[in-house]
Nanobody
Framework: QVQLAESGGGLVQAGGSLRLSCEAS????????MGWYRQAPGKQRELAAV???????HYGNSVKDRFTISRDDTKTTVYLHMNSLKPEDTAVYYC??????????????WGQGTQVTVSS
């Protein structure tokens, strides 16, 4: 299984920036996709940004041009750079990964989530 350790959430004023980090650890053969989803109170969980093993990125419509996802050379840590934050970005941000385990079987893991609060 893969464990995900998230960090970087907090309180920021509108217009400010934050960076979230997520590090994967455990037994796996390859990480296929890794990234961030978010869930605001009373709303469904939605895509923020993900990055695939070959480096393709996908962003939710509400964060395009403001958020950037990147990763380290080991492809086991991803970062979400959030700029021009708005109060509507307030949510719990969850790291998610889809991977193949040591036997080649596909699986996925979610992190515990980190709170991001944007004040107006």
């Amino acid at each position: 299984q893969v464990q995900l350790a998230e960090s970087g959430g907090g309180l920021v004023q509108a217009g400010g920036s934050l960076r979230l980090s997520c590090e994967a650890s455990g037994r796996f053969s390859i990480i296929n996709v890794m990234g961030w989803y978010r869930q605001a109170p009373g709303k469904q969980r939605e895509l923020a940004a993900v990055i695939t093993n070959d480096g393709r990125t996908h962003y939710g419509n509400s964060v395009k041009d403001r958020f950037t996802i990147s990763r380290d050379d080991t492809k086991t840590t991803v970062y979400l750079h959030m700029n021009s934050l708005k109060p509507e970005d307030t949510a719990v941000y969850y790291c998610k990964t889809e991977f193949r385990d040591e036997y080649g079987l596909g699986s996925g893991s979610w992190g515990q989530g980190t709170q991001v609060t944007v004040s107006s």
